[in-house]
């Protein structure tokens, strides 16, 4: 009972280039524009957003996003805070995936000063890594298909179901560091925490479970046709906008372009595994939303591949810290490096020799990919409806948290 | 990282400006410096030569004793093989430099962020309003002269 | 004051009339303690959802805490609800908005600060855009500490306010619950701003704490029903 697919009768849209910045005065419409507001308290925003929208009829003619509702200065802070003090703080920018953010942070720290990683870091950085990417990417699967309303139980009952796995990926965390949500775990030169008595099979446990579970939710997503229709063709973002836009991450995979940070700028255990990326090429919310399902079938394999064979030794190549001032950057240098998080490229400019006698970053600048992500709505939502707002912004998956900082 | 310069690319940028980019030899690991008035066309020529992705941008306020300085980094990353590069220009106390807007799309939100944090403008900007602080806002929250608990009455 | 009073709290018309009425007051005393009661026991939550709370208060309705239990139900519009969950940062950018927000709840309203930053701003208390705690715009009821709390946290934090909610009903005073200890307000303008000098930044900070209260600081309790005076007959 397949109600026949957009794709078998119209070709996708590949829109010219609209310019964001239009001038409503020079339209012909003008007159008859209504604009309305979505957020900053809106439920479907993940976050404060606001986004002011133009409406002729019930078609988009001009859309303007507004953020900073979230903005806590924490660039002003990072530089009053010492290097060893920073990890906690990070946590907070993509609270979905705190884990990601503190690897970025310390991985960045450690390429400027050189500093060795022991290999039995660098493989728990890539397991808690790629555990973390399952975790976001359910949360993402959840909401987003809550949002769009299509599945069983007007969306709600799979956000259930994902909520059961995450929850189990939590406890797994909570093994290891002893919090639930933010973690500190990642130090400069390695980890804080060593992986406890019964964590690998703990993993495999939960592994198996979230695997288990894969297919339902996918013959509830691309089994369902509500779901398919609001997707395919709508918010199509092009191979080149997406790239001078800076998406980074499934976003820009699923926009035609093959580039993987884990893959190609490896970090932590990525350069002794392979990575298989996922690409889609229609660059719509369906690719984006197909993108993310086979990653979480990629994040699985690398976890089972990794899980087992964890190396013997220490943890952190630095002596444990005891004072926060123990880690200084030199001054007078300029650094800037990235890790693929599940959102995509987060980025880290340094220039060191702060406050402290070095102890702090001089400036500290994280490019946050939910930001760029963000920046395409202008581009993506005109010419669409508003039931279809909700559906691009959950697709490009952005975390206020992260846009703000 | 910054990594090597493929030769096409090296050779492209020694031919334009050879006092910043020699033909041999490492590049200043911090970043090559390059004149300010080059900006946009540096950008040009390494879009030209693949670097099309568009990374970010980033500000940075160095109070001297003599005034007020400011470096622009620019990152730019090439989708085919992943590698990044990234230059800086410095700024007077003026600081007033070239939009890359017309080459990359994405540095409409990244140059506003910077406008609105450090207080860099960027000539050319099609829309170059605060995005973090509300529109009223003094002062630019990332210049080391501005204190980081600065009142905003009522609120704080 | 720093919201416009002009916007007053929602207020239903029959009530109007039915002050007017001769003996209506007893009525309307019978009919808050109605509205109390089944409030107590179906408290509609609007997430007040910034940051990182937001996620443990999704988790908190979701499958394995199950907030619903207790008959609450989580609502995207204030005028449908009791209870304003403030779950996460509150920026000077957001302020107005979180304060409008209230407003427009009608009521009997209560509030909850959820995790550090809306009790006190946390790590970023000083910080020149963050507001030092939510209960310097809006009366808090209950805090429920932590980075971010526990979703079982959560509801104990509702239980606490059913607890408060059943006092008050009981004819009690209930004050206002003391913020948790270490969650202090800052000391605002101490990092060196040349436009502040002490006594401004002390001034700046007595009015921020007493924002919003105009005054109050207690919840008044609600009257038990008296008997009809004057009988005629």
């Given at each position: 009972m397949t109600l026949p697919h957009r794709e078998a009768d119209v070709t996708l849209p590949k829109p010219a280039r609209k310019d964001p910045h239009v001038d409503l005065e020079k339209l012909d419409a003008a007159a008859d524009l209504m604009a309305i507001n979505m957020g900053p308290q809106h439920p479907s925003t993940h976050g404060v957003m606001r986004i002011k929208l133009w409406l002729d009829g019930e078609m988009i003619v001009k859309a303007v996003p507004y953020c900073g509702y979230l903005h806590r200065g924490v660039e002003k802070l990072c530089e009053r805070l010492t290097v060893v003090q920073l990890t906690p703080i990070v946590d907070k920018h993509d609270y979905v995936s705190p884990m990601t953010n503190e690897q970025a942070l310390n991985i960045a720290f450690e390429r400027m000063l050189g500093l060795e990683v022991p290999r039995r870091a660098r493989y728990m950085r890539t397991i808690i890594a790629e555990i973390q990417r399952i975790a976001s990417h359910l949360l993402w699967l959840g909401t987003f298909t809550l949002d769009i309303g299509g599945t069983i139980g007007g969306g709600a009952s799979l956000m259930m179901y994902t909520f059961r796995e995450r929850e189990a990926i939590l406890d797994v965390f909570e093994m290891l560091t002893g919090a639930r949500f933010h973690y500190n775990t990642h130090t400069v030169g390695g980890q804080r925490h060593d992986v406890p008595v019964g964590w690998p099979a703990a993993v495999k446990k939960m592994i198996d479970a979230v695997d288990a579970h894969m297919p339902e939710y996918e013959q509830q997503c691309y089994g369902n046709d509500v779901l398919v229709l609001r997707t395919k063709g709508v918010g199509v973002i092009d191979r080149e906008l997406a790239l001078e836009l800076g998406l980074s991450g499934p976003n820009l995979r699923a926009s035609g372009v093959d580039l993987d940070l884990r893959r190609d700028e490896p970090f932590s255990a990525y350069d002794e595994i392979k990575v298989n990326v996922a690409v889609a090429t229609d660059g719509d919310v369906y690719a984006r939303f197909d993108v993310r399902m086979r990653e979480m079938h990629e994040s699985i394999r690398i976890v089972r591949e990794l899980i087992d064979s964890i190396p013997e030794g220490p943890i952190c190549s630095q002596k444990p810290v005891k004072v926060p001032f123990a880690v200084k950057l030199p001054a007078g240098r300029q650094f800037y490096t990235a890790i693929e998080t599940p959102r995509g490229e987060l980025g880290t400019y340094v220039i060191g020799g702060g406050a402290e006698k070095g102890a702090a970053p001089y400036r500290l600048k994280f490019r946050p990919p939910s930001l760029h992500a963000m920046s395409a709505l202008p581009y993506a939502l005109v010419g669409h409806t508003v039931p279809d707002v909700v559906a691009i912004l959950g697709s490009l998956d952005p975390i206020l948290g992260e846009v703000d900082r | 990282m910054m990594s090597p310069l493929p030769a096409p690319v090296r050779a492209a940028l020694a031919a334009r400006w050879p006092e910043v980019f020699p033909a041999e030899g490492d590049l200043d690991p911090n970043g090559p410096l390059v004149p300010a008035d080059s900006h946009y066309d540096l950008a040009a020529l390494l879009k030209e030569h693949g670097y099309l992705l568009y990374v970010t941008v980033v500000a940075t306020h160095f109070p001297t004793p003599e005034g007020d300085t400011f470096e622009v980094a620019t990152v730019l990353r090439n989708p085919s093989t992943g590698k990044a590069f990234w230059w800086r220009c410095k700024l007077g106390a003026d600081p007033v430099i070239a939009t890359l807007f017309p080459l990359f799309a994405g540095a409409d939100w990244q140059e506003r962020e910077q406008f609105d944090l450090v207080g860099v403008r960027f000539a050319g900007h099609p829309d170059l309003r605060r995005l973090m602080l509300p529109e009223d806002w003094e002062g630019h929250p990332l210049r080391k002269s501005y204190a980081i608990d600065t009142p905003h009455a009522p609120w704080r | 004051m720093a919201v416009d009073e002009s916007e007053r709290n929602f207020e239903h018309p029959l009530y109007h009339y039915w002050e007017n009425m001769p003996g209506g007051g007893i009525g309307m005393t019978s009919l808050d303690r109605l509205l109390m009661h089944s409030a107590r026991h179906s408290l509609w939550f609007f997430p007040m959802a910034t940051s990182c709370c937001a996620i443990e208060f999704m988790t908190a309705a979701a499958s394995r805490v199950d907030m619903d239990q207790v008959g609450t139900i989580i609502r995207p519009t204030p005028r449908h609800c009791d209870v304003m969950v403030v779950a996460g940062t509150i920026t000077v950018k957001m302020a107005p908005r979180v304060k409008k927000l209230w407003d427009q709840m009608p009521e009997p309203k209560w509030g909850i600060a959820m995790g550090s930053c809306a009790i006190c701003g946390d790590f970023y208390r000083d910080i020149y855009s963050v507001v030092p705690g939510v209960d310097t715009i809006i009366p808090i009821d209950v805090y429920i500490p932590?980075?971010?709390?526990?979703a079982d946290q959560v509801m104990v934090g509702l239980q606490r306010l059913q607890e408060k909610i059943a006092a008050q009903l009981a004819g009690k005073t209930i004050d206002k619950d003391p913020r948790p200890p270490n969650m202090i307000y800052p000391a605002i303008g101490t990092h060196g701003d040349a436009r502040q000098t002490e006594a401004t930044a002390t001034g700046q900070l007595e009015a921020s704490r007493n924002l919003g209260y105009g005054g109050q600081e207690h919840r008044v309790p609600v009257a038990p029903p008296k008997p009809p005076a004057g009988d005629a007959t």
């Open positions: - | - | 932590g980075c971010p709390p526990n």
